[in-house]
């Protein structure tokens, strides 16, 4: 009986919108109910969702207002979640007594610019209040308008917002002669609760400077992030405050390719995003930020308004992030301060695009989930928080995203931009799994999606994993070798040329097999269910891949063909997966990289795998020399440049040369900050042993003189590791924490046996 009053329930709720049309520049709308409690309330919960961000209220207070960009990204289509929050003290609680609900919706995920193609046309809300036994859905007794101060807001967009126009969420007589809302039912997918990747507000950061130049005022706040500014202004009414807020500075040289005079913000890298923003007054002080938008920002930058009419008399600029302080899981320092910037600007990195889903950045017309940058960043991410959550709501997404024919995108969820996965990028639906299973030992995560991944290993077995001509490749995106995507070389005259269809193909093969590999390793978890491929049938593909790639990309005797002469990644990736004759390969990498000038010249892909395989021929030292260069293709590159965050390309913008091409040009795109994953794992040496999690674990640090020192801290399920190494002249001495209830086998740097200590604090 209590079951089918419960489905009743559910089948009468509905996705409600505001009836009237969008009014000039007014797509935001208010939705709202003022309801009588049949009984005394002793607990009240309500669950809500949208179609498009939207922020709720009960008598005027908002509820859930931690979680910020409600109810975030998800497959367009196919799956929206929903939020509960226990709402009892927001209540007026007698029997009798009157409630109001209320929410403001806007376009967010939904239908933004950022959705593309078959974004949604109108937002909508979604609640469900239980109090006891009486509950109040949205349903056509609810109330709309488009009113309120929010006038219109989106991803892309930004938010504009007219202070004049603030309404009493919490009053009756606000919505007396509002018309009744309408159903929506443009979406159709699953309505589920959202397990991971909430967005929140980070410490806010105060400015480090402002200054006035050409008409305008600026403020910097030293950090590049994901954020929203917070003012508090004293005004008179109706001043229109005009700010836009953007990443760069122009430097002001003539052919530097900047958008304004020195010391104005640089735009022009937003490319398609508008993302503006008006703030109308009201009369007297006031405080306000945006809760419909995101911008990826370290400056503001108004037009000076008059004094009489308007002062600015604080401003702050709040991160915003999936990763919450109690999310954070590891530290590194090192005795080289550019390296420390280095790890910082990844760390930061990670907090700018961890946002819901992981970004390849929040600033320009994408801030999407580009999956190679995901999985290439995986690893790192894993070492600074846990990603349980966050990966266990986006694999939902990639598996929501997943073509007909099992191949998964290069963008999940779909989005503006995208299409078919290839190399590193699709691969992300098997990495990104294994990633997490392994630094937290989450079973759960492989067992949700192994279907997924199977249904993709066996498209690319059909397909052997090639591209077509006519495609778009990309390679080893941005990479600066020979067969290069960074400056739109695939294509000559408008195709793709043979080297780079080759080479794609090439990198697919490999890939294929690192993922046979990678199911293989993860079967055990799904034992159960053999009946989804065994170890043979995994074994078996990789084999003929093997057989494949030996005689497509070597020659007979075991080096590679001419197409990849001088070329870091081939040999990188023939080494990862150890085909060919790998002495020979390892010799020639550590040649090519050498004769490069101790640089590297790998793209997204490359520069993910170069570390791990450097170290895996015995090349530490290297690593380290590539850490530590400063000259251009390298991480101090970008540090020299003035870099807070990780740039889309070594030389986003340098000294020298200003801006780089303004199509393409993120200031905060953390690919490359898959190096910093290599530091905890093999610099610092923290590693998950043979059984993933860390109840058994590896410590294996490889220090390197030239930085002096490095402390490392991982806070695991069962308590904090610790490998901390300084040298003294030559003299290199280690301190290393087990956490009580685990053990690790411990690979001394100077070399000896390895041995498994139990908990406690050791020096070597
Ligand atoms: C994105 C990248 C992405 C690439 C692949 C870019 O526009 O910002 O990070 O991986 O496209 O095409």
Redesign the pocket.
Known sequence: MIICAAAALLAATEWISVAEPHEGLRSAGVVAKTFVNEAPVVEAKWTVSGLGVFTCYVNGREVGAEDVLKPGFTHKEKRRNSFTYDVTPFLRRAAGATNVLAAVLTSGWWSDGIIGRGRGRENAFRGELTLGGQTVVTDASWVGARRGPVIWAGIHEGEYYDAREEIDLGAAETFAAWKAVVPNTEFAGVLDPLEGAKVGRRAPLKPIASWSVAGKRVYDFGQNCAGVPRFTIRAKAGVVFNYRLGEMLNDGVEDHHGDGPKDTVYLANLRGAASHMAYVTKEGLQVYIPKHTFYGYRYLQFDELSAADFELVAVESVPVSSVTASLERGTLEVGEKDVNRLIRNVYWGMLSNYLSVPT??PQRN?RLG?T??TQVFAKTAGYFADTRGFFRKWMRDLVDSQEADGYFP?VAPRGC?GGRGQAAWGDAGVIVPYRVWRQFGDEEIVRENWPAMVRYIEALDRTDYTMQRGGWV?AD?LSYENISTNQRLCWQNGTLTDEHLSYQNYLNACYLVWDAELMTEMLPVVAADRRLKDAAWFTALGARTRARILTTWFKPDGSLIDLFAGMQTPRLMALKIGIGDTKRLARELVDIIRANGDRLATG?VGTGELPEVLGKIGAYDLVWTLILQHEFPGWLYSVDQGATTVW?RWNSYTKAKGFGDVG?N?FN?Y?YGSIVGWIFEEGAGIQPGAEPGYRRFVLAPHPDRRLGSLTATYRTDFGEIRSAWSYAGDRCTWTFTIPEGTAAEVHPPCGGAARVYGPGTYTL
Request: net charge negative.
């Open positions: 390849d950045c994408e580009w190679g940058d290069d931009f990309l995106w997204f889309e393409m993120s795109h690919a």
